[in-house]
């Protein structure tokens, strides 16, 4: 994308949130801000962030990238996920390897046109990876392997899974790698605050789950320090597999950026 000298010269970077299904929403923000001619020097992602980060910085049209997800959702590898989670088992690796072979293809991350680098998490130390050379796909193949339902993975003698866990939303990845203005896209709702309707003593399912909530949120709200602006799409309704509803979340993440347009050209203009 040509730089408008309206804008300024800094390096623009976009950090994509970890998410799941939610995290399709990433697709609607990339596509504003295409269209409103906002520069992107380089990306970082976690997770789907890493998948929908790699398609756009191999430089994938954004309505290209919106039908492949959309398709996700549509075919059987929904229908696995979702059994998956109900019954708490592996994904077969072999069904993800082909269809990240397919979508992502067998580019290396040197030959990206745009700077791109994904976040996974040594299972063992608990130690961000960042990821940023060698294949794209067996890098967000990493990225996404969440934990108990997708296999882990082994890459130069450690063992990975979903960046989300240590650094859900990349931001700290893109100051490393020289950006000096941070868009960062939050796709993870914050499901720590008590509805009004949850007045009755709650059950141990319901205390691990918020327990994971309440831990995942503290790591998103500290991953966003740094950012310039932050861009959170409402998806309170859309879970962790709700991967028929991609297009939903993609209108959400469409209808955030565009209520932060003006606050980001405002910025990169000044």
Not at 223 to 248: C, Y
Request: glycine share 8%; with cysteine.
């Amino acid at each position: 994308m040509k730089r408008s000298a309206k804008l300024g010269k800094r390096k623009v970077g976009v950090a994509l949130s970890s998410g799941a299904a939610a995290g399709f929403a990433h697709i609607g923000v990339l596509a504003v801000l295409e269209r409103e001619g906002i520069p992107i020097d380089m990306m970082a992602g976690a997770s789907v962030g890493a998948l929908i980060g790699a398609l756009y910085a191999q430089g994938k049209d954004i309505d290209e990238i919106g039908r492949v997800i959309t398709d996700l959702g549509r075919k059987r590898v929904y229908h696995v996920a979702r059994l998956a989670l109900i019954k708490m088992r592996f994904i077969k690796d072999d069904e993800r390897k082909y269809w990240l072979r397919a979508t992502v293809g067998d580019v290396e991350f040197k030959d990206l046109k745009i700077p791109f680098a994904c976040v996974a998490t040594d299972i063992y130390t608990g130690e961000e990876v960042v990821i940023k050379d060698g294949s794209v796909r067996e890098g967000v193949r990493a990225s996404g392997s969440f934990p108990v339902i997708v296999p882990i993975v082994k890459r130069d003698g450690r063992y990975l899974v979903d960046g989300g866990l240590v650094n859900p939303v990349p931001v700290s990845v893109l100051k490393e790698m020289g950006a000096d203005f941070i868009i960062a896209v939050n796709a993870i709702a914050d499901n720590s605050r008590r509805p009004e309707s949850e007045s009755k003593k709650p059950n141990i399912f319901k205390i691990m789950k918020q327990t994971i909530h309440i831990a995942r949120y503290q790591a998103v709200r500290l991953s966003l320090d740094g950012a310039s602006v932050v861009i959170e799409p409402r998806l309170p309704k859309i879970r962790f597999g709700d991967w028929h509803r991609a297009q939903d979340s993609i209108l959400q993440g469409e209808l955030a950026a565009q209520r932060a347009i003006p606050e980001i050209k405002r910025l990169l203009e000044a």
